[in-house]
Each structure stands twice: as C-alpha cells, then as structure tokens.
C-alpha cells in the first residue's frame, strides 16, 4: 500500500513539474523512521535473552516483540562492522581491514556512498550519537560531512567515560567542535538521541543512528550500577555487567520517548553489537578491553569464529513486524543498506556494487531466500559464510592463538566450531576460496599489517598534537595542512651533503633574491636561487647583527648593530639601527642615549618615513609586585625587569610615540585577567628568574598600513597581538603616547592562546586545550595583492606542543640538553596561515616528517608572489621554499656556524639566522640593480681561525662518540634485561621442580 501511495505521489510531482528536492522531501514526511542502535563489544551471553546474568530488558524486548535474529554476522572488529553497515560493501573493496586507530591517515573511502546519504537524498534528518571510528585525521572524513545532519560523541576507538579523553586529548564533540562537559558517555549518547527526537522536524523522516561506546573498555561504570550487581563475584564482570545495565537503561528512554512522540507506529528499530565480545582470546590481552562474554560460541572479538562475528541483533517496528519470532536467517552486516532502503522504499540511486541482499522479505516473516557467500574478516584472518558452511582462513604467518591455513566448518552439525572438515571436503574448499578471489579489491587502508610501522608511527607521533590534541580540532588542522619532504632533515645529525643551495625547481619556485644576515657573519648578504651572493653589505669591525635586516624600496637597507662582545642587551645600550645605501655607505643611524628604549630584535620603517622598533623597558621588582607580580613569577633575588615596548621614531630619531605592555597588564590581585585587551602580568614560558625578567618577551613586528595597527609576537605567552598605532598623534606626540597607556591603547585582537584571557581552554598536561602557538616566531601580514592578503603566516616553533614544561630548573635543562642533543625529539615546527577574521589555521605546511623542521627559538615565513611560501628555520641556516600543495622547491643551508663557514652543516643547531626576506626580481629596490654573482657566502666569508677548527673537528667527534655511547648503553640495558629475566626464568623452573 505504502509503494503504491509514493508511486503516485512520485508521478503526480513529476507531472506537475515539482523537483527533485522537493519530491524527496514529500516523500519523507511519509517515510517510516529509521533508529539504529549499535552496541560496541557487546558479547553473545551479554543479553538477557540468551540467559546472561546482566539484565537487559529492553534489549529483549526489541528481541521479543520484534524478531530476533539469531544468525546475525558482522566484522571481529569495530571500523570494518560500521564501514559495511553504512556502505553494504565488503571491506575487501572499501580498505577498512582493521581498526581505525590514531596512526591511520584517512578513514573510509571519500568516494563510498553510506548510508546517511542515502537517505538525507531521500528527504531525511540523519543524525549520529556516539561513536564513529570510520575515520578523525581530517575534518572531511567527519560524520557531518558523510551525510550525517548532526554529530555528537568521539570519532576514536574507545574514550574514557568520564572526562571524554583518548590518550591524553579530548574527543568529544559536537558538529566539529570539541566540548569539554561532564556525565558518563553512555548516559549523555542517550540524553542527546532523546534531545534530538524531541526536537526533531515532525515534518520530516528520521535516521537515528545510536553508536553507543558501550560496554567497549576501558571498563567504568556508575557505582549505583555497579552496586545492583554485587551478586558476581568477579569485579572486572560486576563493572561490564553494568556498563550494559546503563546502556539497556538507555535504550528504553529512546523506546519510550519514541512512544511519546507517537513514532513507534512509523519507526523501524535495530539493535546489534559491531562484533563478539572481548574478555576471550586474543582480545582479553589488549589494555581497554571489557570482560564480555560469548558462551555457548567459539572464542570472541578479533577472531573469525563465531564469537567473534556472530552477534544479538533484533529488528522491531509495532504493526508491521509480527513479534515474537526468532529468524534463522543468515543475514551479514553488508544487508543492512539493502534491506532498510526496501523497508523504506528510499531508492538507493546510483551507488557501487553491494556485497549486501536486502532480507527485507524474510524479516516480515517471507520464506527464507538462500543468500549468497560472504566474507567477513579483520587484521589478516577471514571469515566466508555460505549457508551452514564456513571457511576460516588465517594470514601467512600465524597470529598467537591461530594455526595457519585454512578450517572449514559445517554449522548445523558443529554449532560450537570443534571438528574442521578442510581435509575431508576440498571441493568446498576450493569454491569459497574462488569466491574469495572473485571480489574485487583494493589495498587495506594504511597498507599491510605491520606491527613494526604502527610502533614506529607511535614513537614518532607520541606526545604532539596529532594524538595528543582534541580529534576535532586535530581534523580541522589535517584538513588544511600540506606536506613536503624536505632534503635536509634538522632532526637527522648525519647529513653528509653541502651547504648553499640543495635543490631548486625553478619551474615551480617564485625565483628572485633572498636576503639574510646570519648571526655569526661578517656582512648582510643577498644571494640569488643558485646560493650565489648578487650583493652584500659588510658590518662594521667589532661589531654583529642586531637579528634582523630589510630592504627598503628605495634599495636601501635597513639593518640593526650591536657590539659582538654583547650577548644580549638587556642590562645595558642596546644596539644600533642603520640605513645604508647600495654601496653600504651610511645615510641614517640612530642609538638611544635613553636606557629605558634599549633596542631589540626587530624593526618596520612606516609609509611616513619614521621606524617603530621592539625596545626594553625597565621597572622595578616593587612596581612589578603593586601591578600584581606575583614573587614566584618575579624570582628570588631580582630586582629589576625589562618589559617590551614599542618605539616609533622620527628621522632625527625624536621619540614620537610608543606603546607599553606595562599599561595593558592583567593580574588576579586586579580581577580583570579576563579582559582581552590585557595580558595576564603572571605568564610566563619557563620557571627560570633571570629568563622570565624579559617580561614580554617580544621578538617580532610588523605593520599593516590598511588598518593602521602593528602586529607584535609575544613568544613568552604563544600569543599574538594586534595594537592600534592610530593613537600617534603627529601634532602632539605626548598627547599620543598619553593615550596607547589609556583604553585606547587596549590590544585589539589576539591569536594563539586563548586559554591565557579565559576566551578558551588552556592547556592542561597533554591536552593542549585551545591552544595553537607554541612559542612562535616570525609571524606577519601577507601583504596587498597577494595570495592570502590580509592573513597572517606564523613559524610556529612548536616548543611544548606535547604537554606542559617541566615543573623544576634541572628538569628544564635536561630538557634543553635532550633538544639539543637529540633534535627535538617531541617538539616540531608549523608553518600557520591565520585567518584574523576567525583566528583559525586556513592553510598549515608540516614536513613529511614532521620534526624535519624543529627551530624553536627563530625562524619566519612570508608568502610569495606565485602563492609559494619562504620560510626560515633559523637555528639550522635552513631556508627553503613550498608550494601551497607543499612541494618543497627551493632549499638552501647557510654554510655560516657559531665556528666559521662550513661545507657541510654540524650536526647541532649553531647556523643562526633569525629570519630572511625573498624579494622579487621586479621589487623596486632591485630595479636598475647589477645583480651578477661574486662567490658563494663560503668563498667570501673569513675562514675560521684554528681554535674554530679544532673545536667544529671536536665536535663532530664528540658527535659520533655521544651516539656510539648511547648506542653501547641501549645494548647494554637490552642485555641486562634479557639477563634478568632469563634468571627470573629458572628460578620459576627451580621452584616448580621442587614442588613436583
């Protein structure tokens, strides 16, 4: 009848001209419901209806007033059961072999059409609560984005039911955005089905998809659960046994709140658990496993016996379903698609070949229909079903607990798999191993099994924030990021190449000329893409680069001075600014006699020819302490520190503005470090006195004549800043300075660390909360008419990245001291394109190995003319040039070290550049230029005197002895242990032989 009625009703709109869209949506507000419950590792003896001790009365009564479906056959495993429910497809065609875990880039296929799709085509509202584990690495691989109107829950395996984490990081979320509530997960998956159906548009169908993360460990419960099963003796079963009381409990609030809303006429229901339970076999040795149980089937979760793939599952819908009936039917997960779309009548549309058959005949009670052959397998074993025959094939090489080969079993004789009859029917054998090789297939998604890749990924990947951050957040960053391999790897202490230019592509590369100026050099240099020097301009005898140097239109350069015997400026004159013609002759200077306007590291010259500059201030330690310092921030024994400001001069060098961060410092003594227009006087980066009494720690500035503000980079707090210079007063420069110290002066906007103004979550031990910088550098505007204008590009260093800082001085030094030693081994740096406008990352460029980039204390990025990105990673010399797919195109290591020019780099971090700029070879300041080759920075630079040799020869050996010593320890210690427990051995050995 209802066929007949949509029918008509598909002509009459067709008739009249209606579309598409709308024929769909009529045609849904007719269409039955659809509520789908899956349990995750729910076992076969886990239900009341097959005479478990848990009690599940809601369960059984989907079981007993619907039909029962006692052959029900799934995956062994979570990701390959819910990949073939929501396609109908083998998880031979669509990859999913194994479970999607947080070393697994991608997820199900983006080109497979599931299930929610399907039906929102038809007019539906889908929903999704609960699990998803189809796949977190990037956001289009998110439940919203394959169908689903609305997602609520965790894209992982398994979380914590209580604070919602998986390893370390938080993964719950609605619709793409974290959420950091608190309740059991059971009970919240519930709260929201229930939320969503009340809330529903009634003038439309449902698909509910109910994924619940029950009773998948880690086990926990509530204790009034756990309490209503003091009867079991063993805690492990007394928790599980109420993990699935909460979940049964769950599920009749959805029943009921179905009857309340006068949907159970019109809703089809299905429950089903997405593989056998865990506490048998292979599966009761993983850490999160629960004690499910399977009795009266063979073994359980992972494994192709029936424990492990045949289910409780039970489909119910009052009126059309006659209840009451157990169905011997072999169905397989893939049916489900079929099946629901006939019980729907939504069409399936075009869509790739199904291994599913809708059963939807059988389930209203039809005469059985032999159903085909089917596969179903997971981590190398197999399972093909056909009829009461079953193949089990197991891998090559035998996993613990399995023989290899093959096993053939007849059900109707052999219901609990004792008697494998391969060797006495060959024939069958052979045909459902033919079957087998018939189905088209693809490569299982991450590659073969390999144990050794997954440790390996783990060990490079444990701790940043690719496991460690919220898998939303994690998502929406993969989605936008690119990589590149890089040929110099900064990690990697044994590169044997030369400096100066390594590759270059100069199809694809944006060409011209960079500019530099290395720390230890004796001249500012510009070279062209082959590393050859087009010009250079020498620094005074005595003295070094002051970090940064710029050309200005007019071809002149600005750059900034200081004494080399001076380590840092702090205490004393800073250094200072020069403007030098192309032939380097002087043509501006400018020192402050000011001590409390001491020069640091950069420097802008205005469209209306003043310089702003990043200048020390100075206060003292009872100032500090009346502004809300608190003593354990200042330090014991200081007595003075030096917060950052902005300078802004004019070309006499008369200070005609500047802008403090000592008038826009919160505090909790003040109650407003919730204002974001201040920054909180208490943060800082490390729990060092004499680092932290550069209070501000401001490194980098930039200016964006369209909004007249400044951008300033506070490494200290990984934050951003945007001030307003529009305060500077031309006419009256006291009355400007007056007013950047009042309201006015406030920081307009902020990136990076919200977590520090309360606008976000800080970071919380390995969960970086909402945070995006880590001690960043070298952030600035894109400029006018490029690609990206208007954002910002940020050298996101990465220091931290994977939790707090240690707590103590010793244990920051050896942190240092393995950073240096070891290259970051946790830490690695970021290319970020911001967009102001959201604050979120719209474009990130991470190396294909991602510690290949591991600056942490200088580096920058500028976008290019072509789109292409320049970046610095200063500490290694290491400048290099990506396209916005990420292909690495240019790459060039400075030859200039702490010891002299080199040939091929040392093996630390000692070729200091604090940032370079590329400029076009049309830039105004290069016009009418000679811009041929003198030499390589190798050639021109002066050789090292012989203490400078001896100590880079030291080095290197120092180098290879370090790793050959570390090297004879790990073996060492291997052997120790080995040792160990060989003696732990016999000594069991000995104590049984004399208890015999």
């Known amino acids: 009848m209802k066929s007949s009625i949509l029918l008509t009703a598909a002509c009459i709109a067709a008739g009249l001209g209606f579309s598409r869209d709308a024929l769909g949506e009529q045609a849904a507000k007719s269409a039955p419901n659809v509520v789908l419950i899956v349990a995750d590792d729910l076992g076969w003896n886990d239900v009341g209806y097959h005479g478990s001790e848990i009690r599940t009365p809601n369960i059984d009564q989907i079981a007993h007033s619907g039909v029962e479906l006692d052959r029900f056959y799934v995956y062994p495993a979570c990701s390959p059961t819910r990949s073939a429910l929501l396609t109908g497809r083998s998880w031979l065609r669509t990859g999913i072999s194994r479970p999607i875990t947080g070393f697994t880039e991608g997820g199900l296929p983006l080109d497979e059409k599931l299930l929610p799709e399907i039906f929102r085509d038809a007019g539906y509202q889908t929903f999704l609560v609960g699990k998803w584990h189809l796949g977190g690495s990037r956001a289009e691989y998110f439940p919203q984005n394959r169908g689903f109107d609305h997602f609520y829950g965790f894209l992982s395996g398994f979380i914590d039911y209580f604070d919602h984490s998986f390893i370390g990081g938080i993964d719950w979320q609605r619709n793409g955005h974290t959420l950091r509530e608190e309740g059991y997960a059971t009970e919240l998956i519930t709260d929201e089905a229930v939320r969503l159906l009340r809330e529903r548009d009634p003038e439309r169908s449902t698909f509910l998809f109910v994924s619940y993360g029950a009773p998948h460990g880690p086990q926990a419960a509530l204790q009034q659960d756990i309490e209503r099963y003091a009867a079991i003796e063993d805690e492990d079963r007394r928790v599980y046994a109420a993990m699935v009381h909460r979940m049964d409990a ?248 030369s400096t100066g230019t390594i590759q270059y592509d100069a199809e694809r590369s944006s060409g011209g000329y960079t500019l530099f100026s290395p720390t230890a050099a004796r001249a500012s240099y510009l070279i062209d893409m082959q590393g050859q020097v087009v010009h250079k301009w020498d620094l005074p005898e005595g003295m070094s680069i002051f970090k940064q140097v710029y050309l200005l239109p007019n071809g002149n350069l600005l750059r900034g001075i200081k004494p080399s015997k001076r380590v840092m400026d702090k205490q004393g004159p800073g250094g200072t600014l020069q403007e030098l013609n192309w032939s380097g002759e002087l043509v501006w200077e400018y020192q402050s006699s000011d001590p409390l306007s001491r020069l640091r590291e950069d420097y802008v010259r205005l469209p209306n020819g003043n310089t702003i500059f990043l200048a020390f201030d100075q206060v003292s330690r009872q100032a500090a302490l009346v502004l809300g310092a608190t003593p354990e921030r200042i330090g014991a024994g200081v007595e003075t520190l030096w917060p950052n400001k902005v300078v802004e001069i004019d070309p006499s060098g008369r200070t005609v503005w ?339």
């Not at 039970?314 to 629901?340: E, F, M, N, Y």
């Open 658 to 996: 500047e802008w403090r961060f000592w008038d826009h410092y919160s505090s909790d003594q003040a109650h407003n470090t919730q204002d974001p227009g201040r920054v909180d006087i208490n943060l800082v980066e490390v729990p060092i006195a004499e680092i932290n009494r550069d209070m501000s720690h401001s490194s980098t500035l930039d200016y964006d004549p369209a909004s007249d503000r400044i951008l300033i980079s506070a490494r200290i707090t990984s934050e951003i800043y945007l001030i307003d210079h529009s305060t500077a007063d031309a006419d009256d420069p006291a009355r400007g300075i007056a007013a950047a110290r009042g309201p006015a002066g406030a920081i307009v906007a902020r990136f990076g660390n919200p977590g520090n103004y309360g606008a976000g979550l800080a970071q919380r031990g390995s969960d970086p909360g909402d945070r995006l910088f880590f001690a960043q550098h070298g952030p600035g505007w894109i400029e006018s008419g490029l690609p990206g204008a208007g954002h910002l590009l940020v050298h996101n260093n990465g220091v931290g990245r994977t939790g707090t800082e240690p707590g103590s001085w010793l244990g920051r030094a050896l942190q240092i001291l393995r950073r240096f030693l070891l290259s970051n081994t946790d830490d690695y740096a970021t290319i970020d394109e911001i967009d102001p406008a959201s604050g979120e990352v719209v474009w990130r460029f991470r190396a294909e190995h991602p510690q290949a980039i591991s600056s942490f204390v200088m580096g920058g990025a500028q976008r290019l003319p072509n789109g292409n990105t320049h970046v610095t990673s200063g500490q290694h010399g290491h400048l290099f040039e990506v396209t916005p797919a990420g292909a690495v195109v240019w790459e060039f290591l400075s030859p200039v070290s702490s010891f002299g020019p080199q040939e091929r780099p040392l093996p630390y971090p000692l070729h200091h550049i604090q940032n370079s700029r590329r400029y076009a070879a049309d830039h105004p300041a290069l016009q009418g230029r000679a811009l041929q080759p003198i030499g390589s920075i190798l050639e021109l630079e002066p050789r090292p005197a012989l203490g400078a040799v001896l100590a880079t020869a030291g080095l290197r050996a120092l180098h290879g002895g370090a790793l050959a010593a570390l090297g004879a320890l790990l073996l060492a210690w291997i052997l120790w242990r080995s040792l160990a427990a060989l003696r732990r051995r016999r000594a069991r050995q000995r104590v049984a032989g004399a208890s015999a």
């Open 250 to 497: 769950g599920i009749g609030r959805i029943l009921d709140t179905l009857a309340r809303q006068e949907m159970q006429d019109d809703t089809l229901v299905l429950f089903m658990s997405d593989n056998g339970g865990g506490g048998v076999g292979l599966a009761s040795f993983v850490p999160h496993s629960s004690d499910g149980r399977n009795d009266p089937l063979r073994d359980g979760k992972g494994s192709p016996y029936e424990g492990g793939i045949r289910v409780p599952a039970a489909a119910w819908w009052p009126g059309v379903l006659d209840g009451g009936r157990k169905s011997a039917q072999v169905i397989s997960v893939h049916d489900l698609l079929p099946t629901l779309a006939e019980a729907t009548e939504v069409p399936l549309g075009s869509h790739k070949p199904l291994d599913g058959e809708s059963r939807w005949s059988e389930l209203q009670g039809g005469a059985p229909v032999a159903r085909g052959p089917f596969a179903v397998g997971s981590m190398g074993v197999t399972a093909v079903i056909d009829g009461d025959w079953k193949l089990v094939k197991f891998p090559d090489l035998p996993i613990l607990g399995f023989g290899a080969g093959s096993e053939l079993y007849r059900f109707k004789e052999d219901p609990r798999e004792e008697h494998d009859l391969a060797s006495a029917h060959p024939e069958v054998v052979e045909r459902l191993n033919d079957f087998l090789e018939s189905i088209e297939t693809v490569p299982p998604l991450g590659g073969d099994l390999d144990l050794l890749r997954m440790l390996t990924t783990g060990r490079d990947f444990s701790g940043g924030p690719i496991t460690r951050m919220p898998h939303a957040e994690k998502g929406k960053l993969e989605s936008v990021t690119v990589s590149g391999a890089l040929r110099f790897d900064e990690r990697d202490r044994d590169y044997v190449g």
